[in-house]
């Protein structure tokens, strides 16, 4: 049985498979339509959610399966004190996968040590969100065509974005990549994550503050929002929050075919201008992000398209 916990836990050419998987199904949606009839998948989610929820139920309702889940703590068993360790236990006896998001870093390994059914880590604390990554991988490759020889600017809260931290760890992998680290001081990627997702594997990389220094020379700039829930510091917070707002002025300098993405949500960083702009990609971004799901619940639980489940 395998999770999907990190990027890493699959290998680049696994990966490549599920994107592949994930463009065919965006090419006939249809033919994937009953592939999951029977299953279930069960969203536990112990944080706030807009996209990564929704689009893992219409992930798994289009592919003929059907959902059950919580939506927050407060509804859920934890809120009487029951741990990740013994919810899933449970779980596992109602669904057949699940997909997890927890604010702390590690809830969703816990869970998958004591699961029967595939876990998804659908974003831990400030840590990881491999299945963001699969969208932004899938967004990527659809839309330039390659994963490869890229320059890619991280921008905003790099420190508790776990976006993007998981899209450094998966993108080191392809050749040719350049990161651009946007940030204030402050909010710069943590150390573990210099370190071993770019340091030891030799990755070029710069660290900057000012984004119109570098927007000239980026394939891609990927925005994120401040990360507030994750502030110890209220003031801290008010301090940061304005740090980037990307307008059209900005986007003058930026080149014809830099996609601007942003996992969403967007709070201000992105004005709502840029929004027509045709190298402004994020909402497309969150559509892709189903198909990617779509693939990702077919491999986990060993299911093909030309097959019917069950
Ligand atoms: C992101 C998250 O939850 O980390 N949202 C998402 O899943 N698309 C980004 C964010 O909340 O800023």
Redesign the pocket.
């Known amino acids: 049985m395998r999770h999907f916990l990190n990027p890493l836990d699959f290998s680049v050419a696994e990966l490549d498979q599920v994107l592949d998987l994930a463009e065919e199904i965006r090419q006939d949606p249809a033919r994937f339509r009953d592939v999951c009839k029977g299953k279930k998948i069960a969203t536990l989610f112990y944080?706030p959610?807009?996209?990564?929820r929704l689009s893992f139920e219409a992930a798994m309702l289009n592919l003929g399966g059907s959902v059950l889940g919580f939506s927050s703590a407060d509804s859920s068993s934890a809120a009487k004190g029951e741990s990740v360790a013994d919810t899933i236990r449970i779980i596992s006896g109602y669904a057949d996968i699940a997909a997890i998001?927890h604010p702390k870093e590690g809830a969703p390994l816990v869970a998958a040590q004591k699961s029967w059914i595939p876990v998804i880590n659908?974003?831990d604390g400030g840590h990881q969100?491999p299945t963001?990554t699969l969208?932004d991988l899938f967004t990527i490759r659809t839309l330039k065509g390659r994963l490869s020889d890229l320059t890619i600017g991280l921008c905003g809260?790099l420190k508790f974005?776990?976006?993007v931290h998981s899209l450094i760890f998966a993108l080191s992998r392809y050749t040719g990549i350049r990161f651009v680290l946007i940030s204030p001081e402050q909010l710069r990627v943590p150390d573990s994550v210099r370190k071993l997702g770019l340091e030891t594997k030799n990755i070029p990389f710069k660290e900057v503050e000012r984004l119109e220094d570098v927007i000239g020379e980026l394939d891609i700039l990927y925005m994120?929002?401040i990360?507030k829930e994750r502030f110890f510091n209220e003031d801290e917070y008010i301090r940061l929050k304005d740090s980037y707002i990307l307008d059209a002025e900005k986007m003058k300098l930026a080149g014809p075919d830099c996609l601007v993405m942003h996992?969403?949500?967007r709070v201000n960083e992105i004005a709502t201008e840029v929004d027509d702009d045709p190298r402004a990609v994020y909402f497309k971004q969150?559509h892709f992000?189903v198909y990617a799901r779509m693939a990702l619940i077919m491999t986990l639980l060993g299911l093909k398209g030309d097959e019917t489940a069950c």
């Open positions: 944080e959610s807009t996209r990564t998001r659908a974003g969100h963001q969208t809260d974005g776990r976006t994120t929002r990360q996992p969403l949500p969150a992000g």
